[in-house]
């Protein structure tokens, strides 16, 4: 099992910044990625950024590329997922999501799938005004 809490979330002008973390606990040592969805009011979930745990490779949909970086963590055995969230728009609105994929190698399954993510966290609002 794996327990994953975000925080960060918050109310931001367009253009400002947040930086949303995932903290992930339990049987972590077979993470093979993490990812970021969000889902707006009335919209279907949808991928934002992942990472790699072992290479740190990352990967971004258009809308983000050049204002979301993602990162990780592992200082002190405690796994953490970061997302820095520049350049706001008001489309960037939504809850935003972290999650796990637990295979313990490459399931075939892109990146920007929500069916490759085995734990989800419970989500953080991100409020974009205009």
């Known amino acids: 099992q794996v327990q994953l809490v975000e925080s960060g979330g918050g109310l931001v002008q367009a253009g400002g910044s947040l930086k949303l973390s995932c903290a992930a606990s339990?049987?972590?040592?077979?993470?093979?990625?993490m990812g970021w969805f969000r889902q707006a009011p009335g919209k279907e979930r949808e991928f934002v950024a992942a990472?790699?745990?072992?290479?740190?490779?990352?990967?971004?949909t258009e809308s983000v590329k050049g204002r979301f970086t993602i990162s990780i963590s592992r200082e002190n055995a405690k796994n953490t997922v970061y997302l820095q969230m520049n350049s706001l728009k008001p489309e960037d609105t939504a809850v935003y999501y972290c999650a796990a994929d637990q295979s313990p190698g490459p399931d075939g399954l892109p990146y920007n799938s929500r069916h490759k993510y085995d734990y989800w966290g419970q989500g953080t609002q991100v409020t974009v005004s205009s």
């Open positions: 339990g049987r972590t040592f077979s993470t093979y990625a």
């Open positions: 990472i790699n745990w072992s290479s740190s490779r990352t990967y971004y």
